[in-house]
């Protein structure tokens, strides 16, 4: 089961969707962003969605899902395509580029929703990718 919900959150990812997204989350979901803060709850992650929504369109691909035997962690890789569209605070001017990007992710599941996610990158990578 774990492993169908992670599944699930990415097809919904994938499809833009994010209240197919929040309806997989925990009302009390932490995020863990990538070299960020914790934002706790689905208002937050939505609103982070949002914000991503303005910034980025991306595409996930050779997507890989785990889970432990328990049902109550789990991981997934994959490779993040995408492309910069607006220019994100603290970051390089957006102007399109387009970026490659293998990436991780880690879950906590809680009576089969998940309870927290914390996403990992190589963020000097994908500045790399877009300053060129």
Known sequence: MTKAVIEAYYDAFNRSDVEGMLALLDPDVEHHVNEG??????IL??????????CYRERLTDIVAF??????????????????????????EARGQKYVLPAGAFFTLKAGRIARVTTYYNLADWIRQVSA
């Open 67 to 92: 889970a432990n035997a328990e049902g109550t962690r789990g991981a997934a890789e994959f490779v993040v395509n995408g492309e910069y569209l607006r220019t994100d605070s603290g970051l390089p």
């Open 45 to 54: 992650f939505a609103e982070f969605c949002a914000h991503m929504s303005q």
């Open 37 to 42: 803060g914790i934002r706790r709850g689905k």
